[in-house]
């Protein structure tokens, strides 16, 4: 195994272009990957890395031994996989990212019961608003919205994600209780910006709704924060109906004008286009596909799911008439 000693430190060290991040990534100091990478080199008898005081790169020689290191480490996986298959149960570390938002309304409820069925896969969950690369940084499976270009993945919808707005009681009583997505420019708007873009995210409806002007009146870059602001009476918001599900059940908030509130994109589990899927990965992806699709509420329009139920039992006078 001298051959392979060092080999995975180089090739993450040259995919982040930081020491620090490869570390991080393998669980090792950042001085400890630099070692490593230095006794391959002298081993090798040639320099592979470029350091500068704020990144390292590849040499010429580093680059073309990193691309075959790369493909030896990913046939490596593919035979533990194979391996991993031929014994039966899955297991081994299997890495996982999600937004803040899906992580902790769906994601989270399921890990229970997925770890009792698959004991011996060691999760490593990042909740986190980023766009990231499941390629360059080695992860193994994520759940995200919107268009997905890229040839080397694999994506499976799990559903729409339909938004409502919402208000407390409080607020309503305080400021009025607006019946059409118009009226929304005279009310206080509580913001979600994208942590990665700086852009807010949208609140659309449909015609002829389907342009208003939002008032910027608080911003958030976490969706949990701008629910608990509209149910201390700060403002409307404008969430996923499976984000606002407990608060309107608990009468914290209200929804409002219902029936013009739209989905938004869908929700995907994503893994990447390799030659043999590891059984980690596909229990995994099978698991939450199951799972998902076991509750249809979650994305469906609020009118259509949650608020057949919340429209039978909640006090007239608390739901919108429109």
């Given at each position: ?57 590849l040499t010429e020689a580093g680059a073309v031994f990193y691309e075959r290191c790369r493909q030896a480490l990913e046939d490596i996986r593919d035979a533990e996989a194979t391996l991993h298959h031929a014994k039966g149960a899955p297991s081994g570390r299997l890495r996982v990212n999600v937004p803040h938002i899906v992580g902790r309304h769906l994601l989270m409820p399921l890990i229970a ?210």
């Amino acid at each position: 195994m001298d051959a392979l000693s060092g080999l995975e430190p180089f090739v993450f060290a040259a995919r982040f272009r930081s020491y620090v991040k490869a570390g991080r990534h393998l669980g090792i100091s950042s001085s400890a990957v630099a070692k490593s990478v230095s006794r391959l080199e002298a081993r090798l008898g040639v320099q592979l890395l470029n350091r500068t005081t704020r990144s390292i790169g590849l040499t010429e020689a580093g680059a073309v031994f990193y691309e075959r290191c790369r493909q030896a480490l990913e046939d490596i996986r593919d035979a533990e996989a194979t391996l991993h298959h031929a014994k039966g149960a899955p297991s081994g570390r299997l890495r996982v990212n999600v937004p803040h938002i899906v992580g902790r309304h769906l994601l989270m409820p399921l890990i229970a019961d997925f770890v009792s069925r698959y004991p011996e896969i060691e999760l490593d969950i990042a909740l986190e608003d980023r766009i990231v690369d499941l390629i360059e940084e080695d992860i193994d499976v994520v759940i995200r919205s919107g268009n997905l270009p890229d040839s080397r993945l694999i994506a499976r919808r799990l559903g729409d994600q339909h938004f409502i707005t919402c208000a407390s009681v409080s607020y309503l009583e305080s400021n009025g209780h607006p019946l059409l997505p118009s009226e929304i420019q005279n009310h206080r708007c509580l913001r979600y910006r994208y942590p990665n873009t700086g852009l807010f995210a949208p609140w659309v409806y449909r015609p002829p709704h389907d342009q208003v002007r939002l008032p910027e009146t608080m911003i958030f870059n976490n969706s949990d924060a701008a629910l608990r602001a509209a149910a201390d009476g700060l403002g409307l918001v404008h969430l996923p109906v499976y984000v606002a599900r407990d608060a309107i059940a608990s009468g914290q908030l209200i929804p409002l004008f219902e029936k013009y509130c739209m989905a938004i994109g869908s929700l995907w589990i994503i893994w990447p286009a390799v030659r043999t899927l590891s059984p980690k990965v596909r229990a995994f992806a099978d698991f939450i596909l199951e799972r998902f699709a076991a509750m249809p509420e979650a994305f469906m329009p609020f009118r259509d799911g949650y608020g057949k139920i919340w429209f039978a039992e909640a006090p007239l006078g608390q739901l919108s008439s429109v």
